[in-house]
């Protein structure tokens, strides 16, 4: 008898859990004003943006997910662990929506394999800084080295580790996230408090543009970007070496064995670096050139032929299979362009396959890698008074 309604009331508590369950993701859908999509399509929505949690930190800090909607189709997930660019779904020439970037379905998977940096801010320097040290005003600083002799994206413990604080934004024809992250004095070894605002807006013309803003009580230097992986075929779909990438750029910055530019600004011409006219990312990636066996594929910044202020055409990549095409504009002075090189085949991805290398491309709008150390690069220095304000847009459409 107590067996029997022990075993009833287990059954009456999964029927109301999972009608809870139901009630509450039909309230965040509607909240949204984004129907669901079959996987043949979408069909429709507005412009809305939800909020759910994504679990914890090992030290028990809350993350969640934010989940941007437009009427046209576009859905962006962004986790403030890192500020992270979980998932971006799109639709093809033939309305089919897949997430076109490379990330993980779990909070706990970013937190220990953050090395690729899947969708995150990366700050306080993007990229490489030469033997882990730079010298500002007659104060040499040692950074922590985390690539070889050099550090990287900040450090182990850079921007893309920190949950970032949240609040919705947006107007008639968007809907955005700002995140907000004070870095203190010293943090990875870089001088002064850093006040950091990355706002993403999601807009009605299929467009996600990053606003990065930052202060300082002291002379520091500052160069955050976004590491998405795109794959516009869709995430785990296989290698990008069908994509036709166009780069506005008549010159890159060659690198050294560790990845430090060496100070020349070479011109692309007759090099497989020329993207000026759009070309396929495969077509030369095995070229037996000096600088691409360095990088084991590209993994370079270029100099982007900017107008002297504001947004500038960046790159364009069309990937002739689903028809999507993204276009990137940047008031920043470069772009990396990497070919997902050090994808191994170790990682699974969101929707459960392994990346392999060249699973992805990442374009990380950027002042130059390693430009505290050279000074004939823009400048990186951010003091007292000043305001750190770039720009980068992501627009997606289709070609037929
Ligand atoms: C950047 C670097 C690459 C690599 C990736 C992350 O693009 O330039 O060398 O470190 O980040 O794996």
Known sequence: MNRISAARRGILATVLLTSMALVTSMTLAGAAGAPESNSNGCTGGQLGITKRPFGATPDGTAVDVYRLTNSHCMR???ITYGGIVQSLKIPD????LRNVVLGFDNLQDYVVNNSPYFGAIIGRYANRIADGQ?????????LPKNNG???????PMGFHTKVWRARVVGGQDSVGLKLRYTSPDGEE???????TAVKYLLTEDNTLRIRYRATTDEPTVVNLTNHSYFNLSGEGSGAIYDHVL???ADAYTPVDPTLIPT??????????????SPTSIGARIRSNHPQIAVGRGYDHNYVLNQPPSGLGHAASVFDPHSGRVLEILTTEPGVQFYSGNFLDGTLIGTSGRFYRQS?????????????????????TVLRPGEEYDTTTVFRFSVRG
């Open 76 to 78: 962006v997930k962004i």
């Open 359 to 379: 699973d992805g491309f990442a374009l990380e709008t950027q002042h130059y890698p390693d430009s505290p150390n050279q000074p004939s690069f823009p400048s």
């Open 246 to 248: 166009e780069l506005n």
């Open 263 to 276: 100070g020349e600004i070479a011109p692309v011409a007759g090099t497989p670096f020329d993207f000026r």
């Open 134 to 142: 730079f010298t500002l005003d007659g104060v040499t600083y040692e």
């Open 189 to 195: 070894g870089f001088p002064g408090r850093l006040e």
């Open 93 to 96: 020439r033939d309305g089919r």
């Open 149 to 155: 002799p050099n550090t990287l994206h900040g450090g």
